[in-house]
């Protein structure tokens, strides 16, 4: 949403000093985001072409190939879970769609990889179902096949089951927001439901369709856990892997880039089609379509298929997690897990004011200035939300490394006195990290927000002398307060769910939750994962009951 700046006139009565504070603040907060990318880009292009030649011949076709297959079946996935539940719930009526439409909402609370933990621990080979099979059966290990949950499908169908909410929700916006005129006019032309949803329905959802398609892939090509835990190599997993394992720098920031390129293809697309998305209903002001009953087995079917996502995507991996820590030696209350637990809040905390102070920033400078520069600040501030936490940490990493090292240099040599890492593997290299990832998404809650606040009021300030820092500290935060929390909700969980870039830049023996689970399900320490992973899953549910009870509103 892009509110319309002041005129020219009003920005020339602005005190300069107003300006140039919201200026110089929104500034650094875009360059602060330009600089992972553009330090990606330098330092794969310094690599050499050795090295891209040495990844060419072998890791590179095998990652690209990976990567691309997974985006593509998660897309279609998602899209037939997210369409296919919207479309149900808003136009039909069956028993339980009242509290189906909310509770769809439930797996957007699950990080992918506590997904991947819970259903290793259940479907691989010593599990309850295989173990249970065999005993009834009295097959061997040899004797039968089952699919082999680490696997490419596996991941494409855990990241399905976590994902799919980000299409439900626009898709069922958008279902909500149409009127039933043309759809009844199609089926009084002869049309069946299933042809009139397909011609008519579908196509004037398809902008909010392909946006919420396109945060799936987004989401999908920057999932580390995942992928790194079922052994599917991708962008994601090559990058820690030249970084930690090899120590090739080189070879990490020349997968980055490549990772990098294809992030910012998705964004530029997902732009596009948010630019052109025109679609006019000519009937928009007649009466919406009332539901149709569905009864029998179509109401049976619809159940079925409404309650399949949310049993498999939230349900049954809150059971088995719970499960799992019962049968775990993990103790929640012992110093150790406090101090995950203190971590993990004191990094989701901080990084959750820094960001929504950056938005607030940016998405002022932006109301109060025009013209290209304030626009382009913005625009900048967004594209976080396209790049891979993994991206993000390469890109940080390379050039505060070498600012440290230059710096310990210097003073070694003018005062004899070493000044070590001051930076790089500082808790605060890894706040610009989430603020970088996460700031789009604390940008558009607070422009949702702002735009309750009309222009006259800003005029009304300026009349009684108030300076632009005064109209945001007086007017607009004040009236922006539940949309800032909101923000603010939104980032503590994002940070407390992020695995690459803690993973990678996190200070040494600071640990978080997150890492914690990571570290246990790589040891195949299943039930001891279990106890941080229902913890950030715990964390999770806030902003989604935020979520369910706007939904639950619109629905009554």
């Not at 090295?51 to 590179?60: I, P």
């Not at 993000?392 to 000044?419: C, H, K, Q, Y």
């Not at 558009?444 to 009304?460: L, S």
Request: hydrophobic share 55%; net charge positive.
């Amino acid at each position: 949403m892009t509110l319309a700046p002041l005129s020219h006139a009003t920005q020339r009565k602005l005190p300069r000093d107003g300006q140039r504070a919201l200026s110089a603040v929104a500034i650094l907060v875009a360059v602060i985001c330009a600089l992972p990318m553009v330090a990606v880009a330098i330092a794969a292009l310094s690599g050499g072409t050795q090295t891209v030649q040495h990844l060419l011949e072998t890791v590179l076709p095998r990652y690209a190939g990976t990567t691309a297959a997974l985006a593509v079946m998660v897309g279609c996935g998602t899209f037939a879970v997210g369409v296919g539940a919207a479309w149900l719930v808003t136009m039909t009526r069956f028993p339980g769609v009242r509290m189906l439409e909310v509770a769809l909402v439930l797996p957007l609370a699950f990080p992918a990889y506590v997904l991947a933990y819970a259903y290793t621990h259940i479907l691989d080979h010593p599990g309850i179902v295989q173990t249970t099979l065999r005993d009834v059966t009295g097959w061997g290990p040899r004797d039968y096949w089952f699919p082999e949950i680490r696997s490419l499908g596996g991941a494409v169908v855990m990241l399905v089951l976590v994902l799919y909410p980000y299409v439900y929700l626009l898709a069922r916006a958008a279902f909500l927001q149409q009127s039933g005129t043309t759809f009844l006019a199609a089926r009084a032309l002869g049309s069946s439901a299933w042809s009139a949803f397909f011609k008519v329905s579908l196509p004037l959802a398809r902008p909010a369709i392909a946006g919420g398609v396109l945060l799936t892939v987004m989401e999908t090509i920057a999932d580390f856990g995942t992928v790194a835990y079922f052994g599917v190599q991708t962008f994601a997993t090559g990058i820690y892997t030249s970084w930690f394992s090899l120590f090739d720098r080189a070879g990490a920031a020349q997968l980055a880039l490549c990772l990098l390129s294809f992030a910012l293809l998705l964004a530029m697309l997902e732009r596009l089609q948010r630019g052109r998305a025109k679609y006019h209903d000519p009937s928009r002001q007649a009466q919406a379509m009332a539901p149709a009953e569905l009864k029998g087995w179509h109401a049976a079917a619809a159940m079925v298929l409404c309650g399949v996502p949310v049993v498999f995507g939230a349900v049954l991996p809150i059971f088995v997690l719970f499960w799992m820590g019962l049968d775990s030696e993990q103790n929640l209350f012992g110093a150790r897990y406090l101090g995950f637990i203190r971590n993990s809040v004191k990094l989701a905390s901080v990084a959750a004011i820094v960001t929504v102070f950056a938005a607030v920033s940016v998405g002022f400078f932006q109301r109060m200035r025009g013209g290209r520069l304030s626009q382009s600040a913005a625009y900048v501030a967004r594209l976080g939300y396209a790049v891979p936490g993994g991206v993000i940490a390469v890109g940080l990493l390379v050039p505060f490394a070498v600012f440290d090292n230059a710096l310990d240099a210097w003073m070694r040599e003018t005062f004899g006195v070493s000044t070590g890492l001051l930076i790089t593997g500082s808790i605060w290299l890894l706040v610009i990290a989430y603020m970088v990832r996460f700031l789009a998404a604390a940008l558009g809650a607070y422009e949702g927000g702002q735009a309750m606040v009309h222009a006259n009021m800003d005029a009304a300030s300026r009349s009684l002398g108030q300076t632009p820092l005064g109209t945001l500290r007086r007017v607009h935060l004040p009236i922006l307060a539940p949309s800032l929390l909101t923000a603010l909700l939104i980032v503590f969980v994002d940070v407390m769910k992020e695995l690459p870039a803690t993973l990678i830049m996190r200070p040494f023996n600071f640990d978080t939750l997150a890492v914690q689970a990571y570290r246990l399900a790589s040891d195949e320490r299943l039930e001891g994962a279990a106890v941080p992973s229902l913890i950030i899953v715990a964390m999770g549910l806030l902003p989604v009951v935020l979520i369910c009870r706007q939904i639950g509103r619109r629905g009554g």
